[in-house]
C-alpha cells in the first residue's frame, strides 16, 4: 500500500466514524415511548434539561404515524396538554398554525389511506389551539378566520369517516372537526356569520357521510351546535329554519344513502336534545331551539 493511498483511507475512515457519529446523534435525538411514559406520568412536566418547545415539535412529527400509541397516546395528549395548560407560550402555539392548516388540507378529498391521520389530527390540534384562544385571545382575526374557514373546507372535503380501526385506532375525521367546530362555535372571536355556515357544513357532512356514525362523532356535531345555542347572539329563526331543512325527507325512492342520511341526522339531533333537555336552565332563545329539536324528532 502506498503511503498515500493509506493516508487517503485513513481520512475516508475518520470521516465515515464522524459521520456516523452525527447520524447517531440524530437517530438519539428522538425520544423513546418510555420517556414520553414517563412524561405523562409525571403530569406533562417538561424534563429537566429539555425544552417545551423543542418537545413539541418533536412530537408534531408523531400526528400523522400509523402506531396509535406515538400518534394519540403520547403526541396528541401530550400536546393537549401543554397547549391547554400553557405549557407552550402563544408565539410558539401560534408557530404550529400554518403546518396543521397544510396538514388538514393536504389530500383532502382523496379515497380513505393512512394520510388521513395527518389531517385528521391536524384538525385536533387546532381545537386545542382555539380552545387556547378563547381562553386568553391570543389570535388575531385574521388568523381566527383562517382556521374557521379551514375547519369548514375540511368537514366538506374529507372522504375518510372512518372512526375507529382495529389497527390503527382512532381516526375519527368527523370527531376531530367537531372538536374543532365547538371551538369556533363558543370563541367570542366567533361572529352571528358563522352560525349557519357551521350548521350548513354539519348539516352537509351527516346528509352525505358514506357510513352511519357509531363512533360518538353525532354527539360530538351535537355538542358543536350546542355551543351556538347558548351565544348572546344565537339566530334562533335561522336555526329552526336549519333543522326543518335537514329533516326534510330525501326525494326520490328510498336509497341506502338516504337511510343513511336521515339516521345520521336523526342521531344528531336525539343526542342534542338530550343535551340540551339536561340543562336546569337555559337562555329563551335556546329553550325554543331545544323544543325545535325535541318536535323534529318526536321525542
Not at 406515538?70 to 401543554?82: F, G, H, P, S, Y
Not at 366567533?190 to 352560525?195: D, G, I, L
Request: with cysteine; aromatic share 6%.
Amino acid at each position: 500500500m502506498t503511503p498515500l493511498r493509506s493516508i487517503t483511507i485513513a481520512v475516508l475512515a475518520a470521516c465515515l466514524e464522524t459521520a456516523g457519529t452525527a447520524f447517531a446523534s440524530q437517530r438519539g435525538a428522538a425520544h423513546e415511548a418510555a420517556y414520553w411514559k414517563e412524561v405523562i406520568a409525571h403530569d406533562y412536566a417538561v424534563p429537566a434539561g429539555a425544552t417545551a418547545s423543542a418537545l413539541a415539535r418533536e412530537l408534531a412529527g408523531h400526528l400523522g404515524d400509523a402506531d396509535p400509541q406515538w400518534r394519540d397516546e403520547i403526541a396528541a395528549t401530550v400536546l393537549t396538554e401543554w397547549i391547554g395548560r400553557k405549557t407552550l407560550p402563544v408565539d410558539e402555539v401560534r408557530a404550529f398554525i400554518p403546518g396543521w392548516l397544510a396538514d388538514m388540507k393536504n389530500g383532502a378529498g382523496a379515497a380513505p389511506s393512512n394520510a388521513t391521520l395527518r389531517r385528521s389530527y391536524a384538525a385536533l390540534m387546532l381545537a386545542q389551539v382555539i380552545n387556547r384562544h378563547n381562553a386568553e385571545a391570543f389570535l388575531s382575526a385574521a388568523e381566527f378566520s383562517a382556521i374557521a374557514s379551514a375547519a369548514l373546507d375540511y368537514l366538506a372535503a374529507e372522504r375518510d369517516v372512518r372512526g375507529y380501526d382495529d389497527r390503527l385506532g382512532w381516526i375519527h375525521s368527523a370527531a376531530h372537526t367537531a372538536d374543532l367546530l365547538r371551538a369556533i362555535a363558543r370563541s367570542p372571536s366567533s361572529s352571528a356569520a358563522m352560525q349557519p355556515r357551521v350548521l350548513d357544513a354539519i348539516g352537509r357532512k351527516l346528509r352525505t357521510a358514506d357510513a352511519v356514525f357509531v363512533c360518538g362523532e353525532d354527539e360530538r356535531f351535537a355538542r358543536a351546535i350546542a355551543m351556538l345555542l347558548i351565544r348572546d347572539d344565537f339566530q334562533l329563526d335561522a336555526f329552526k329554519a336549519w333543522v326543518a331543512a335537514v329533516t326534510m325527507p330525501a326525494s326520490g325512492p328510498v336509497s341506502v344513502a338516504s337511510l343513511r342520511a336521515s339516521q345520521n341526522v336523526k342521531n344528531t339531533l336525539a343526542k342534542l336534545g338530550v343535551l340540551l333537555a339536561r340543562q336546569p336552565s337555559l337562555p329563551p332563545p335556546a329553550a325554543a331551539a331545544k323544543d325545535a329539536v325535541l318536535a323534529a324528532v318526536k321525542f
